[in-house]
């Protein structure tokens, strides 16, 4: 098949077995690649309620048609899982190098299966795939075994690796790779924990077969073109996502004492410039980026280098916990990364715990001594680690705010920011209701990047509660995971301002199938629907009341800032999703209906 490797990986690590199979042309036709492999394999091989840390679970890592080809920021790979955290649908994209040596390798899907009854780490090398002992790294931070893995078996050599949070199941591990690029979110690094597999290590020199090598060529040079005379070039390169964290505070999205605001007075700090200026060393991009949004830094006062911070953790690890020195949140980063958990629900969970300091729910007895005051960048470091490690109150927060609320009780749930028991991504949402619809629907929980729609709040009115937003959030969700579907980077449409229709006679040279937008985006909703019928498959009382927000963004109008006194209304939250459930063709409850599964293609695999 062109554009593809041909060959899914299963690896069962229960009994050591593993084996190539051809990969599924009418799974290739139907969901393309990377996340729609995912949701394809996670609905139709991991059975009904399988635990989320037992053997039935799979981890599915896959490629796209565009991944490791001369395509803008064709390095993407996706992560897809049953969520330890939430319990329901999980993927998790990442950049970086690892995707084009998978797919040169041949492979299109890595699946691990089962549990090893000690530390493994996969080691591929093109035909070659072994299991091989991993215990002298567990216990060890990723960076240090990534370099020691790389230092063994050379650079061309990619490495994917989970830290002390995934050994100790923390269900919010990330996977990472490359020093500093994550798959962050839903827990695929516990999964990958739980199967006791410490790492990936992949080369391939394979080549990927192509329809047409003369109109790839012609395709890609004129993506690659079009990236190198945008005017958001250069102001993307020199600040990467950090370009809008000063534009947040401004408009009042910025996150900031665990939601309670959306300006933070020491916001100045953690704007782009100044962190280029204090403390950015270079520029880091992925496997065929033209514009490397990448900050590597160091953080001098702590002697720390890391990559990052970018603005998701800018906003989680700084301001959302009360930190206003970018060196602060640069070692928080690092942490984070070492230790191998999502630096958003890490963020989210330390502000929780804060908030509950503050108002007595937590008291120092409880805290063993720790002033977890918002501001105190020590407490941070020190809760980072005990969440690693499931020590002291890291027990608690390890679970996530959803679940450590349920245990605590007392009013804490209220001011639990989350939807469906994912951790709140960084944009305040108190008066943007196109971003709030974004999270309360958002495929595993409260992420922004399937539809980052804020931009569109301040376009159009942000109070607005009007069809035509509730079209744009589902326009967004049937097309931004596109890219994650084809294993390429959107951010050079997203902010370079690339015409996304250079991306069809790209597609249809490598793969020799001609797709349009519009077939794309058809791809994106069933892809969006069968990963719906997932949650209502996996949780017995999943519904509508699963997509409601955290109660502080129709209940607790900030105080300060840009958006003070402003709120979305209950009733607006509920005509919210009622416009959504019908412009989807689901029910009231939020069920896709039989018609909507029919028209896209997959009854009969829902049915079956
Ligand atoms: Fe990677 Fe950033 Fe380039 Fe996208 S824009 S490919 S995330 S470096």
Aim: glycine share 12%; aromatic share 10%; proline share 4%.
């Amino acid at each position: 098949m062109n554009g593809y490797g041909g060959s899914i990986l299963r690896v069962n690590l229960t009994t050591g077995k593993i084996t190539r199979q051809p990969t599924p042309e009418n799974v290739a036709r139907d969901f393309i690649g990377g996340r729609g492999f995912g949701a394809y394999f996670l609905f139709t091989e991991v059975p009904a309620h399988a635990d989320p840390l037992g053997p039935e679970n799979k981890l599915i890592i896959s490629t796209g048609p565009l991944s490791g080809l001369l395509i803008p920021g064709a390095g993407k790979c996706d992560f897809t899982t049953k969520s330890p955290l939430t319990g329901g649908y999980a993927s998790a994209s990442m950049g970086g190098l690892l995707t084009a040596e998978i797919k040169y390798a041949g492979l299109d899907s890595i699946i691990l299966e089962g549990i090893s009854d000690h530390p493994v780490y996969l080691y591929i090398e093109d035909d070659k795939a072994e299991l091989r002992d991993a215990r002298e790294f567990w216990g060890r931070g990723t960076i240090d075994v990534e370099k020691e893995l790389k230092d063994r078996f050379g650079e061309e050599f990619q490495v994917a690796v989970i830290g002390p949070g995934g050994e100790n199941l923390v269900p919010y591990a990330s996977i990472n790779h490359d020093y500093g690029r994550q798959a962050g979110r839903g827990g695929v690094g516990t999964v990958m924990g739980a199967k006791r597999v410490k790492a990936i290590v992949v080369h391939g020199t394979k080549s990927v077969p192509v329809a047409d090598i003369a109109a790839y060529r012609q395709a890609g040079m004129a993506l690659f073109k079009a990236c190198k005379e945008s005017e958001g070039l250069k102001p993307w390169q020199n600040y990467g996502t950090t370009i809008v964290t000063s534009w947040c505070d401004e408009v009042g999205a910025l996150p900031t004492h665990n939601f309670s605001a959306g300006s933070f007075e020491g916001g100045a700090g953690l704007y782009g410039p100044v962190m280029r200026e204090r403390i950015v060393i270079t520029d880091k991009g992925c496997f065929g980026c033209p514009s490397p949004c990448g900050k590597y830094s160091h953080a001098r006062s702590y002697d720390t280098r890391v990559e990052g911070p970018e603005y998701e953790t800018i906003g989680m690890l700084g301001s959302n916990v009360g930190l206003s020195n970018i060196e602060d949140v640069a070692r928080a980063n690092y942490l984070c990364d070492d230790l191998g958990i999502d630096t958003i629900s890490a963020g989210g969970c330390i502000a929780w715990a804060m908030e509950c300091y503050e108002k007595g729910l937590l008291t120092p007895e409880d805290t063993n001594g720790l002033e977890l005051k918002f501001g105190n960048e020590q407490a941070v470091f020190t809760l980072i680690r005990q969440i690693a490690t499931r020590q002291g109150l890291g027990e608690l927060l390890s679970q996530g705010v959803k679940r450590a609320a349920a245990k605590i009780g007392r009013g804490s749930e209220k001011f639990a920011i989350h939807v469906k028991g994912m951790e709140q991504s960084a944009y305040a949402t108190h008066n943007a209701t196109a971003m709030l619809l974004a999270y309360m629907t958002c495929d595993v929980g409260a992420h922004h990047n399937r539809s980052w729609a804020i931009t569109y709040d301040l376009q159009v009115g942000r109070e607005l509660v009007v069809p035509e937003k509730v079209a744009r959030v589902i326009w967004l969700q049937n097309f931004r995971p596109m890219f994650d579907v084809l294993g390429a980077c959107r951010l050079q449409w997203v902010e370079l301002g690339i015409d996304r229709d250079l991306y069809v006679p790209a597609l249809a040279a490598i793969t020799g199938i001609h797709r349009t937008w519009e077939d794309l985006e058809k791809v994106g909703d069933r892809i969006w629907n069968l990963n719906r019928v997932y949650w209502f498959r996996e949780i017995q009382d999943f519904g509508r009341q699963w997509d409601l927000p955290a109660q502080r963004f129709y209940e607790e109008p900030p105080k300060t800032g840009k958006t003070a006194g402003q709120i979305t209304r209950r009733e607006d939250v509920e005509r919210l999703l009622d416009m959504y459930y019908e412009q989807r063709g689901w029910d009231s409850n939020g069920m896709p209906k039989p018609e909507t599964l029919e028209k896209l293609g997959i009854a009969d695999l829902v049915k079956a």
